[in-house]
């Protein structure tokens, strides 16, 4: 299976069509994903198993794309999220 991997441009226009309080979950989970991956012991691929797991699972939902999002946004790299906080102190 070929996992998709958003672009942060394609994340950010994905985000943009979401309601309030969907896109401050997502933003939420992106947040923590930029704060973990920071860290010295941030296993990318431990992540990137259990995404693919998760992908690989059918979603029970009306929206399949609206699961995966915030799936696939696990899988971007943040390290810039960060990059751009410590600019704006």
């Known amino acids: ?21 969907r ?15 920071k860290s010295k012991d941030f296993d990318q691929q431990a992540l990137e198993d259990c995404v693919t797991f998760l992908l690989a699972i059918p ?6 794309q609206e699961y995966e999002l915030p799936l696939r946004a696990l899988l971007a790299d943040q390290s810039q999220l960060l990059k751009g906080t410590h600019q704006q102190e």
């Open 1 to 21: 299976m070929t996992m998709q991997v958003l672009t942060n441009e394609q994340l950010t226009e994905e985000i943009q069509k979401l309601d309030s309080f």
């Open 23 to 37: 896109r401050g979950a997502l933003m939420s989970l992106v947040a923590l994903k930029a704060s973990i991956q």
């Open 59 to 64: 979603a029970q939902a009306h929206f399949p």
